[in-house]
């Protein structure tokens, strides 16, 4: 067997481990439902308000890393919970550290949001 054949293996077996990854998030994750349903909505005012290629390129980045930052945060907890699953002050600072990460996220997506759709609704009406 060649080592690329080998390679590229891995590679997908990669793939299949990171959506399992995401469909772990979708399914036990109250918080990434809720952002997705927030980027649907988002996505649906680009597409009805006609952003630009450039709002178009925000609003995925934004919306990307906000998931990621959730997917991140998840880890963190959960890998906190296996290392220590008895309370620990320590492991309550590392879990509100990576909540925190995800709440700048959210509040820098949402200013985002507010500078490429505000002046859009506005001149709605």
Do not use: Q
Not at 47 to 59: D, M, Q, R, Y
Not at 83 to 91: D, K, L, M
Request: with cysteine; proline share 2%; charged share 20%.
């Amino acid at each position: 067997m060649d080592n690329k054949g080998f390679i590229f293996r891995k590679k997908l077996a990669g793939f299949k481990h990171a959506f399992h990854g995401i469909r772990l998030l979708l399914r036990h994750e109250h918080n990434v439902k809720l952002h997705c349903l927030i980027g649907i909505y988002t996505i649906l005012a680009g597409f009805l308000l006609n952003i630009s290629a450039t709002e178009w390129i925000a609003v995925v980045v934004v919306c990307g890393c906000v998931l990621a930052s959730e997917a991140l945060n998840t880890a963190v907890e959960r890998l906190a919970d296996v290392v220590s699953p008895e309370y620990s002050e320590a492991i309550k600072k590392v879990k509100d550290l990576a909540a925190g990460g995800v709440l700048f996220m959210a509040i820098a997506a949402a200013i985002i949001g507010l500078i490429i759709f505000l002046p859009k609704f506005i001149d709605l009406f």
